[in-house]
């Protein structure tokens, strides 16, 4: 038997979902729910699943732009894009287990390819919801290139659902490379790795990815045409040959079990809570040296740019809050089982609340923060 | 020069004259900051749209956050509308003050407060001039990546508030792209932080709302940028075509071949003919247009991309390839781009710069319409633009000496506007809606749509005294625009794109 009072309300077109707004007082929008702690059912809302109102709207190749109903899952898009030869560049995680653009959008999500060309918040190009008032309303538009009015697309990105019910996405792709190739470089610390990290970095070379492990290992992602390859990782050698240490650099064979823990949300699996907090390359030895004190297992994304943390579904999520709150960072849960998903500081509490003001006076939406 | 009225320029009311015992606040506080005599803020009247323009009450110059934040809330307690000011260099009239009300010019709040090679950031005051930017992020080998065309004057906060492009927005993304985060003081006078100092953010995005809204919810008095390293390596190559048709049929096969130009520009014979007039720019006889496409980036990519591009351009029928063989010739080439909008101004006593966007593969027929209207209309229009990503520059020329051809250009002009609307594109790709086009904005967005951004600006300025008057419509008659030539486009030292 259910335990929850609410209904599950599956609209299968626009007009029913609008229906739904008109219909109900407080309502949880949720996607495919693959990233779980942010979609916990609330006791006596009534969950509305946004995977019905699916399918690509408009693909046209020669613009650089895919069109598509919040419902449809990102690797139906990424299979559309594939055969014309493009992609989207910021790796959405959680494509392999359905996860949809909508409920991607809405967590903000982008995986470790965001390093080169930006993430989903530079790709966004055009949004259309129904807001708190249950009107249909867009934003941006279906050009790469707009400066028209307010840019509520990006408002979007990490929105969660609360400011709105997202039916519809624009998004900015780019030509696939056509080939990719991953490096690993062993540093033998995670001092070293952040030092080499940042060398390479600020080189020109055309990099895609740079992750880092808590033991030392860099994780590089190029690519580009086959006789670029070779050319870019002679430069990396080199690179790391001007180094006081000499470290050895192996191209992977296989780099599945390499990148696939984050886009996929494995990394966490299979009894922890996923855990991403963005954070600033320089302070990676800082924060490693305050984290290495809980024991838990994390990785560096993004250069430096993210942390990913595995917290034990065992351990008190509070024990993690007060750690980040005294690093003075801020995450998200994205899977296991929380009480609420927002970690650690929260900023912005006023601005947020005035834009939930405008998207939804009347409070419909639940997920604010 | 028109000088509008407190009607032309609020939206709804208009402000509440300044009572002379409130401004002896702002006297004691800015002393000889405050500036109320007309000569003094005649400069501080109009903006990149020069024959708009309006009187303010009052200008104070701000050099501290707290200075902003004191105006702010003076304007709040007093009901007295404001705009924040930069370089005063907006192609939409943006930054042209309310009749009455007060400028707050933040042109000396221009340090760069932070460089930080290690996490590829600069933190910067609003006022800091964007080429000064550039130029701070290369004494640490790094690069500010925007690049648009005021560059030497504009300021890095007025290209937050306007969310500006230029040629390299297809690779590269715009303004927005670039800001990480910033310290604001919102139109009710409250200080907050939105955004930060990491690539990756958490929650809503605060930030891309705040880029891009016109200094109509806010002051940023602090801003983090994103910095990159410098390419390394360009290849550019300028083509010569029979028609504008056939240049744009050869974006369409470097796209189709996936490749990822950082700029592709168009420009048609008119504008070639300024061109070569101006600066010298010599172009391929026999051309009606020529496509500029340069690849940027590491020296591998590059190399591997440039045989695919010249295979590309000769199956695409040109009728001429350079290949700038060196720095100087590749500057060369941009010189000749560049100046497009200086060279018009001097076969053209007058000009209207349009900016609007279609979707690419529609450039052609945008084109084709747009020489109807000109065959139509008797205006000669002049055509760049930024092909990569669909965005019209077209020029439309007139002797605003000559009774009612301001007018008829500018009727000109809203058909173009109207014309990118109806073809799926946006009102404007770069520069902004501000005054001018704030009459298209409900053309462009349903009700629905704009009710929400109304409700957005609402809940950040309650009053709506931030910039009132900018981006939404006011349902008062014709479209605002009136247009001439800026002193420094005349001078070649900007130019609008």
């Known amino acids: 038997m259910n335990a929850f009072a609410a209904p599950i309300l599956r609209p299968q077109s626009i007009d029913e979902l609008i229906q739904c707004v008109g219909d109900h007082a407080r ?80 967590a903000g999500l982008s995986g470790a390819g965001r390093l080169r060309f930006g993430g989903l918040r530079d790709f966004i190009v055009g949004i259309r919801l129904i807001d708190g008032l249950g009107n249909d309303a867009t934003g941006g538009g279906r050009v790469v290139k707009n400066a028209a009015g307010y840019d509520t697309p990006k408002l979007l990105v990490g929105s969660a659902g609360y400011l709105g019910a997202i039916v519809e996405v624009t998004l900015k792709v780019f030509p696939k490379p056509t080939h990719q190739r991953t490096l690993c470089i062993n540093t033998g610390s995670l001092a070293n790795a952040v030092s080499l990290q940042v060398h390479l970095s600020r080189s020109p070379i055309d990099l895609a990815a740079i992750d880092l492990t808590t033991d030392g290992s860099l994780w590089i992602r190029i690519d580009g045409e086959e006789s670029a390859l070779d050319s870019t990782t002679d430069r990396i050698a080199r690179i790391i040959d001007q180094c006081d240490q000499s470290f050895p650099l192996r191209i992977v064979d296989d780099a599945t079990p390499i ?102 006076p009347d409070n419909r939406f639940v997920g604010c923060p | 020069m028109n000088l509008l009225t407190a009607d032309d320029v609020s939206a709804t009311t208009c402000p509440i004259p300044f009572m002379s015992d409130s401004l002896s606040e702002l006297r004691t506080k800015f002393g000889d900051r405050l500036i109320t005599s007309d000569a003094s803020m005649t400069a501080f009247q109009s903006d990149g749209v020069t024959a708009l323009s309006a ?59 932070r460089l930080d090679a290690g996490n590829r950031i600069a933190v910067v005051e609003p006022g800091l001039i964007t ?31 306007f969310n500006s492009g230029g040629a390299h927005c297809l690779k590269y993304g715009m303004t927005s792209n670039h800001i990480l985060g910033a310290r604001v003081v919102l139109a009710d006078g409250e200080i907050i932080s939105i955004g930060g100092e ?72 008119i504008a070639m003919k300024a061109a070569h007039e101006a600066v010298g720019a010599n172009y391929p006889q026999g051309c009606e ?48 781009r560049k100046s ?59 002797d605003g000496r000559n009774d009612g051809a301001l007018h008829k250009a500018e009727m000109v002009a809203a058909e173009i506007v109207r014309l990118c609307i109806e073809l799926g594109g946006s009102i404007t790709g770069e520069h902004g809606v501000g005054l001018e086009k704030r009459e298209f904005l409900d053309e462009m967005y349903d009700e629905a749509s704009v009710d929400l951004m109304r409700r957005l600006r609402e809940s950040m300025d309650p009053k709506t005294l931030a910039n009132r008057g900018k981006m939404f419509p006011t349902g008062e008659g014709e479209p605002v625009g009136l247009y001439g030539l800026h002193p420094l486009e005349k001078a070649g030292i900007i130019s609008r794109e």
């Not at chain 1, 979609?39 to 190749?61: A, F, N, W, Y």
């Not at chain 1, 299979?270 to 030895?285: E, F, G, K, M, S």
């Not at chain 2, 591009?309 to 500057?331: C, P, T």
């Not at chain 2, 209309?377 to 002049?382: D, E, H, L, R």
Request: net charge negative; aromatic share 6%.
């Open chain 1, 27 to 106: 309502l949880q929008i949720v996607g495919a729910s693959t990233k779980s702690a942010m979609t916990k059912r609330e006791l006596d809302v009534p969950r509305c699943v946004m995977t019905g109102i699916s399918g690509i709207v408009d693909h046209q190749p020669s613009e650089f732009l895919i069109t598509a109903l919040a419902g449809t899952k990102v690797s139906e898009l990424q299979t559309a894009l594939a055969e014309h030869g493009q992609y989207f560049p910021f790796d959405p995680p959680f494509s392999t287990k359905g996860a949809t653009i909508g409920g991607t959008v809405a």
């Open chain 1, 259 to 360: 990148w696939k823990p984050l886009d996929d949300g494995s990394f966490a699996e299979p009894d922890c809570r996923l855990v991403r907090v963005p954070i600033t390359p320089t302070r990676v030895i800082a924060i490693d040296t305050a984290l290495s004190e809980l024991t838990v297992r994390r990785r560096y994304s993004v250069a430096g740019n993210v942390v990913w943390i595995a917290w034990s579904n065992e351990r008190p999520v509070q024990q993690l809050d007060d750690a980040l709150k005294e690093l003075g960072l801020g995450g998200t849960i994205l899977t296991g089982d929380v009480a609420r998903y927002r970690i650690g500081i929260r900023p912005n509490a006023s601005m947020i609340h005035r834009v939930k003001h405008a998207f939804d």
């Open chain 2, 55 to 113: 009187r303010p009450r009052a200008v104070v110059v701000a050099n501290s956050e707290d200075d902003v934040a004191f105006a702010v809330r003076w304007c709040y307690r007093n009901d007295v509308p404001w705009v924040a000011r930069g370089s005063g260099t907006s192609l939409s009239g943006g930054s042209v003050p309310i009749a009455d009300g007060l400028v707050i010019a933040m042109n000396r709040m221009n340090r760069v407060l």
């Open chain 2, 131 to 161: 080429a000064r930017l550039v130029k701070a992020a290369a004494s640490v080998g790094l690069h500010y990546a925007p690049d648009p065309s005021s560059l030497q004057v504009c300021s890095i906060g007025g290209n937050l508030a």
């Open chain 2, 198 to 269: 990491s690539l990756e953010g958490e929650g809503a995005d605060l930030m891309g709302l705040f880029c891009g809204s016109e200094g109509t919810m806010g002051v940023a008095t602090q801003i983090t940028v994103r910095l990159v390293p410098p390419p390394e390596s360009y290849f550019c190559v300028l083509a010569g075509y029979a028609s504008v048709e056939d240049a744009g049929h050869a974006v369409a096969l470097v796209i189709a071949a996936g490749l990822l130009p950082g700029a592709m520009e168009i420009m048609d014979a």
């Open chain 2, 289 to 336: 247009a020529v496509l500029i496409v340069e690849l940027d980036g590491a020296i591998e990519s590059v190399n591997a991309d440039k045989p695919r591009l010249e295979e590309l351009f000769r199956q695409s029928g040109a009728v001429s390839i350079e290949v700038a063989k060196d720095a100087q010739a590749r500057y060369a080439i941009w010189t000749g």
């Open chain 2, 340 to 398: 497009v909008f200086s060279a018009v101004g001097r076969i053209s006593p007058d000009f209207i710069v349009q900016d609007g966007v279609v979707p690419r593969g529609k450039l052609g027929f945008a084109l084709r319409r747009i020489g109807e209207i000109s065959a139509r209309s008797g205006i000669v229009i002049a055509n760049v633009f930024h092909a990569g990503d669909g965005n019209l520059h077209p020029l439309i020329m007139y």
